[in-house]
């Protein structure tokens, strides 16, 4: 997936195990990658009740990219399932933190848990 504002291209990684699939983000969450990151772990809620994004390689978010993970969110509650984040650089929890939306999200990272298959 290329992004439009140019620099590197948005790609995930998914691993599952169980009921559990963590999704590896790399590279800017940006206008026009979106919708395959929504369309890719939207699949995955129907097969597993926990879904985690690791932002380790993510650079960058947008507002189309903070609005993805919003709705990524919502349509999660609706499907019961668990929607974290985890790995979170500086620049995208300040984001986060700036429009309130840290506390929405369960860090693994910060409870100590990790994620290894």
Do not use: P, W
Not at 29 to 36: I, K, S, W, Y
Not at 59 to 79: C, E, F, I, N, P
Not at 88 to 114: A, H, P, Y
């Amino acid at each position: 997936m290329e992004n439009k504002a140019g620099g590197a291209a948005f790609t995930l990684d998914v691993e599952q195990k169980g009921g559990v699939a963590v999704v590896r983000c790399h590279g800017r969450l940006v206008a026009g990658v979106g919708d395959a990151l929504y369309g890719r772990v939207r699949q995955l809620m129907s097969e597993h009740k926990r879904i985690v994004l690791d932002l380790t390689d993510v650079q960058h978010v947008d507002s189309m990219g903070l609005g993805t993970l919003v709705r990524l969110y919502v349509s999660a509650k609706g499907a019961g399932c668990t929607l974290q984040l985890i790995n979170l650089g500086k620049r995208v929890r300040e984001l986060l933190g700036m429009t309130n939306l840290l506390g929405v999200f369960t860090e693994l990272g910060e409870q100590g848990i990790s994620i290894r298959f």
